[in-house]
């Protein structure tokens, strides 16, 4: 995602810099990272865990800001502990190349990140391939193919390649749900003001509600995740505050 509030920097992030793109990641983030990843057991594979979400997350927001940066709009990226931002920065006065993004661009930009994963997908899965492994689908949820690729040795490389595909490709598709703030929300969001400048915004939202309180009924009810309940449902009432606070309502 991005457009979103960046939490506040500490003394013990992590800082680097990747394509000429500034990366920061939150001391939350590692715990975020950790707790997701505690139930697989033993502590071999709650580290290939970490550096597989934190590998998928990094190269989703790097989507983001590839794309912007593409488009002359300076960005940084931000883990936190609950996933990644990528957050535009504010140009110096007078500096000359930067450009603010036209709505078709905002929304190449929106779907850089779920196609920066899914791209990271297919590069492991031929990977695979081209090695002799196997490649399984299963379904997550009930409704995501998760294509699951293994070599014919086992090991650590195989985990590694499980968590990836997995998080690129479920978190991805969870991205391209048209509920706001995720990436397939503001998609929509663009699209309706785009065919409809005065009523668009809350066509978007009534779509959000709509999409994540069913998708939240589904979490709790048919999925049996309280994660996916609660993520939807706190998405669907912001949605309606954002709502109720927009002109007309």
Known sequence: MFLLQSPPPTQYDLRFSLFGIPVRVHPLFWVMSVLFGSSLGNLLDIVIWVFAIFTA???????????????????????????????????????????RLSPNQE???????????????????????????????????????????????????NTLIHHLLWISIFWGGINLMPVYPLDGGN?????????????????????SIITGGLLALLGFLVWGSIYMGLMFGIFAYESYQNLQNSKGY
């Open 57 to 99: 997350i990094l190269i989703h927001e790097m989507g983001h800001a590839i794309a912007m940066q593409i488009f002359k709009q300076p960005s940084q990226v931000v883990l936190h502990f609950a996933g990644g931002l990528t957050v535009p920065e504010q140009p110096a006065w007078g500096s000359s190349g930067y450009s």
């Open 107 to 157: 929304i190449v930009v929106y779907l850089a990140g779920p196609g920066a994963g899914f791209l990271l997908a297919a590069i492991l899965l031929n990977f695979v391939f081209m090695l002799g492994g196997s490649i399984s689908v299963f379904y997550v949820l009930g409704f995501i193919p998760i294509p699951i690729g293994s070599l014919p040795s086992s090991g650590i490389l």
């Open 187 to 207: 998609v929509a969001r663009r699209l309706f003001m785009k065919f409809d400048p005065w009523g668009g915004l809350q066509k978007s939202l009534w779509l």
